[in-house]
Nanobody, 118 residues
Framework: QVQLVESGGGLVQTGGSLRLSCRASGRPFSSYSMGWFRQAPGKERESVATISWTGGSTTYGDSVKGRFTISRDNAKNTVYLQMNSLKPEDTAVYYC???????????WGPGTQVTVSS
């Protein structure tokens, strides 16, 4: 099992920045890929960014490319999401997730709210 806890959400003005953190516990952190997802009211959950277990491979959703950066520190069992140039449409609950190679996103954190005011 993997337990995930997000932190770093909050209220920020348009154009501002936030850094989300997700600390993992349980199975060895370096053995699974990590991802950030978000869900806004009335919308489906969408993938924001993912990172491989080595950190050498990342993916980003089209709406956040060039503004968000995902990274991980395996020594600290933590994955980060640096969010710059935030827009009101980035307002959502952000979830951290983990998966092992060849499996689905099986482990999820409780989420952290990000609100961007216009």
């Amino acid at each position: 099992q993997v337990q995930l806890v997000e932190s770093g959400g909050g209220l920020v003005q348009t154009g501002g920045s936030l850094r989300l953190s997700c600390r993992a516990s349980g199975r060895p952190f370096s053995s699974y890929s990590m991802g950030w997802f978000r869900q806004a009211p009335g919308k489906e959950r969408e993938s924001v960014a993912t990172i491989s277990w080595t950190g050498g491979s990342t993916t980003y959703g089209d709406s956040v490319k060039g503004r968000f950066t995902i990274s991980r520190d395996n020594a600290k069992n933590t994955v980060y999401l640096q969010m710059n140039s935030l827009k009101p449409e980035d307002t959502a609950v952000y979830y951290c997730a983990a998966k092992f190679i060849g499996s689905n996103w099986s482990f999820w954190g409780p989420g952290t709210q990000v609100t961007v005011s216009s």
